[in-house]
């Protein structure tokens, strides 16, 4: 066993057993320790989500976050310097895949690690905005990129940049300007959108229509045709994201799969719009009917499937929204506020179910058991918190009222048959003004509270939260098809042909030697142990 192998070992057992100066001791030593910092983090965050929050482990797990934040910390901090001293060496080192952890690129780990830090340097930004960009200048706004593809003249009064040096602007040929353009993740991201947009147009249309009893239309036929292509162009991304996945998938770890394909929640989006769409579908088509059947049963509850699946679809467009850097930061507000609101109903059902049942038991003293018994609980409260106070109700008037003959109850008197449906009572007009002023002055304030408190939080760190954003946003389209659906199939027929063919009949790539590669390891190697010197030094 080698000094540097030992060193590694001993660096995850101090993690493990929570020997946190013994692990900056031996990180010290390790070979690469910016993949080894990213790595400490993401080891101790994969610990983290197996610890139950109870209690008993409430001090374990606030030592694992800080630990957490502490080596993800480590890392910017000491691939800074390695920026401060060598910025080639450094966009070197962001994207080169470590030899001694997991051959994964510090990237990589970043991501997986969420070191939303990380990815928002500035030399990470800048290997993103080239991906993103292409050849193209950076500076372009995505206005300019826009109309440069409407109207391709504009293509000749745009600047072009060697990839590897973005100051070196170069004059390509008409073909080569054309090629720039079109094989930038820019210009692949404007088809995506734009075909994405034009495939909700055309659901929208196939359901406000009148649904042909005979037979589907051309419309539903070209929708099915675009959801084939969408969930393809899904599984294609999840198996070609990493191999790895294939592993967790044999786990039957569906979360799991889904957390790494997809960090958020449109993955889940994606998967229930598809479920209720073949739902829909099956429930239109799978049914015989009557041919002089007007609008048979079967439409009624096809169309309730297909609206739940148009509405995800078009919630599943907002994924595009974080391309830009007043938006894409709102969407993690609002599913944050999603999650605050969650919990504030918590709360607020207490509060709903006690003045439902009171209320209920004094004006309603002679109803039968039934499930109007049960639902008037929470319809009377959770319309009285929008403004609908039903007064008539509590004062005891029968006429006109929608529901007074859910309430009625039949009974006897001296042998005759009357019919009560709510008495007055002023006991009930203290429960309702008790109810209004603590949901609506009391709880509301504080909804409001934290929701501002979510907002500030949020907005405080949005530059970095877009940056992070937006680098899952062009990885995501570095591994899409390159036409967009509903077409991409098509493409991957064509290359899934054109390997049929035999080897000998191709043009076999030429390939470039790898002993160029030991300079540029021995100089990230030696980069970093400088840094880290001077990081040590600066730490004392």
Not at 120 to 147: E, N, P
Not at 350 to 362: E, T
Not at 502 to 518: C, F, G, H, M
Request: aromatic share 16%.
């Amino acid at each position: 066993m080698t000094t540097t192998e030992a060193c590694k070992i001993l660096f995850i057992w101090a993690l493990l057993t929570e020997h946190w100066k013994l692990a900056e001791v031996f990180w010290s030593f390790c070979p690469d320790p910016v993949s080894a910092a990213l790595l400490a983090g993401r080891l101790l965050q994969s610990i983290l989500r197996h610890i139950p929050t109870c209690t008993l482990k409430w001090k374990l797990r606030q030592t694992l976050k800080d630990q957490e934040r502490l080596w993800h910390k480590r890392a910017v901090d000491l691939f800074s310097l390695c920026h401060k001293q060598e910025p080639q060496l450094a966009r070197t080192l962001v994207c080169r895949s470590s030899q001694h952890w997991t051959r994964k690129e510090p990237l990589k780990l970043a991501v997986e690690s969420t070191n939303m830090k990380f990815i928002s340097h500035d030399c990470v930004q800048y290997h993103a905005t080239r991906q993103w960009m292409g050849k193209m200048k950076a500076t372009y706004s995505r206005l300019k990129v826009a109309l440069a593809m409407c109207t391709w003249p504009l293509l000749f009064g745009m600047k072009f940049v060697d990839i590897d040096d973005d100051n070196n602007c170069v004059k390509p040929s008409v073909w080569k300007r054309f090629s720039a353009l079109t094989t930038s993740i820019l210009f692949q991201f404007w088809l995506y959108f734009i075909s994405y947009f034009v495939f909700v147009g055309v659901f929208s249309y196939s359901l406000l229509v009148r649904w042909n009893i005979k037979g589907a239309s051309g419309a539903d036929w070209l929708t099915v045709i675009w959801v084939g292509s969408l969930l393809y162009e899904d599984l294609y991304q999840l198996s070609v994201v990493e191999s790895k996945w294939l592993l967790r998938l044999q786990r039957r770890s569906w979360t799991a799969v889904g957390h790494f394909y997809w960090p958020d929640t449109f993955f889940w989006i994606k998967c229930f719009a598809f479920l209720f769409y073949i739902m829909g579908v099956v429930v239109r088509f799978g049914h015989s009917h009557d041919d002089n059947q007007i609008y048979p049963s079967n439409f009624q509850w096809a169309r309730r499937l297909l609206s739940v699946a148009f509405c995800l679809y078009f919630i599943r467009g907002m994924e595009f929204f974080m391309m830009f850097p007043n938006l894409g930061p709102k969407l993690t507000m609002i599913y944050k506020m999603i999650v605050d609101v969650a919990i504030f109903n918590a709360i607020l059902l207490v509060c709903v179910v006690i003045y439902g049942v009171a209320v209920q038991v004094l004006l309603l003293p002679l109803q039968d058991s039934s499930w109007h018994m049960l639902s008037n609980v929470f319809y009377i409260p959770y319309w009285q918190l929008h403004g609908e106070l039903f007064l008539d109700y509590f004062e005891g008037h029968n006429e006109g009222m929608p529901f007074c003959d859910r309430y009625t109850a039949s009974v006897g008197v001296n042998g005759t048959e009357i019919e009560i449906c709510v008495r007055s009572d002023p006991l009930a007009y203290l429960f309702l003004a008790t109810y209004l002023f603590f949901t609506i002055i009391l709880m509301l304030n504080l909804l409001i509270a934290i929701l501002h408190h979510t907002f500030e939080k949020i907005e405080a760190e949005a530059d970095t939260l877009w940056k992070y954003q937006m680098y899952i946003l062009i990885s995501t389209f570095e591994n899409a098809s390159r036409p967009p659906t509903p077409i991409n199939w098509l493409v991957h027929l064509i290359i899934a042909c054109w390997k049929l063919i035999p080897q000998a009949k191709r043009r076999k790539p030429t390939t470039n030697s790898s002993e160029k590669d030991l300079p540029v390891d021995g100089q990230l190697e030696r980069l970093q142990e400088l840094c880290m010197a001077t990081y040590l030094s600066r730490s004392e």
